[in-house]
């Protein structure tokens, strides 16, 4: 499985900015879906993931100003950021699972700057 996310850039305090990670490669059933960062310094963590039927989690941090999606015919899953801070700064990596391989996929990671 081959993960590609994009959308990721510099914006200023209070924008917004959409990434995107599309999966392909694989004729599994893509169970989980998410959005993870690692800022300089620190542990990667979980911002938000989708389950195929849609249902959604979020970090406390990220809660009420980021929307994860998904579009399952097409192996694709979004993460819109509204209300950046500069502490969503990092580098962003979608995460995708497949429970019938028991395996976990991640992308290359995309860069959100988010200055004040």
Request: charged share 20%.
């Amino acid at each position: 499985v081959q993960l590609q996310a994009s959308g990721g850039g510099l914006v200023e305090a209070r924008g917004s900015l959409r990434l995107s990670c599309a999966a392909s490669g694989t004729n599994f059933r893509i169970n989980v879906m998410g959005w993870y960062r690692q800022a300089p310094g620190k542990q990667r963590e979980r911002v938000a993931a989708v389950t195929r039927d849609g249902i959604t989690n979020y970090s406390d941090s990220v809660k009420g100003r980021f929307t994860i999606s998904r579009e399952n015919a097409k192996n694709t899953v979004y993460l819109q950021m509204n209300s950046l801070k500069p502490e969503d700064t990092a580098v962003y990596y979608c995460k995708a699972t497949v429970s019938e391989l028991g395996r976990n996929y991640w992308g290359q990671g995309t860069q959100v700057t988010v200055s004040s």
